[in-house]
């Protein structure tokens, strides 16, 4: 069996992973007004990294005998990020999906401390830390878009 930890720090990622999916794809639908060509294009680049992101981290968690959570219900029970809350203009939808970055960009930097120093796992550390990257420079991109 994975060890707890990881095990924990995997499927806390996946959860969020699929919460923000979700989320995009919400984006990507509903995204009005005069950037609606640019951030449409841009929710699904970022809906396809996501869905990425979601099997790397529940193949990882398989292949350490772990059990990776797989129902809508289990991922909005641990998730750290939020469901879409009916933002309606381009601006409240990036502002809330470079909150949501800088959510996963902080529990990022936490488990890959503890994947580190206390798991031993390098393994699945390096694998965030590769995750951490993309989020780090999505978080900057939306940032910049909104004038901050």
């Known amino acids: ?24 794809h919400n984006y990507h639908w509903y995204v009005k007004g005069v950037n609606f060509f640019k ?5 699904e680049e970022l809906y396809n990294e996501a869905a990425g992101h979601i099997d790397e ?21 641990i998730a750290t990020i939020k469901e879409a809350a009916g933002e309606r203009s381009a601006d409240e939808m990036v502002k809330t999906l470079a909150q949501d970055f800088e959510t996963l960009s ?14 031993g796992d390098e393994a ?11 989020v780090e420079k999505h978080t900057w991109m939306l940032r910049s878009f909104l004038g901050e």
Do not use: C
């Not at 193949?59 to 219900?73: D, H, S, W």
């Open 57 to 77: 981290l529940a193949e990882r968690l398989l292949t350490i005998n772990g059990e990776p959570v797989a129902t809508m219900k289990e991922y909005l029970e």
């Open 39 to 43: 951030l449409h294009e841009k929710f």
């Open 124 to 134: 699945t550390a390096d694998m965030l830390i590769a995750v951490r990257q993309s």
């Open 1 to 24: 069996m994975a060890h707890e930890i990881t095990a924990k720090i995997l499927n806390r990622q996946v959860a969020n992973w699929n919460v923000l999916f979700v989320k995009l």
């Open 106 to 119: 902080e529990e990022l930097n936490n488990d890959i401390g503890l994947l580190e120093d206390e798991v």
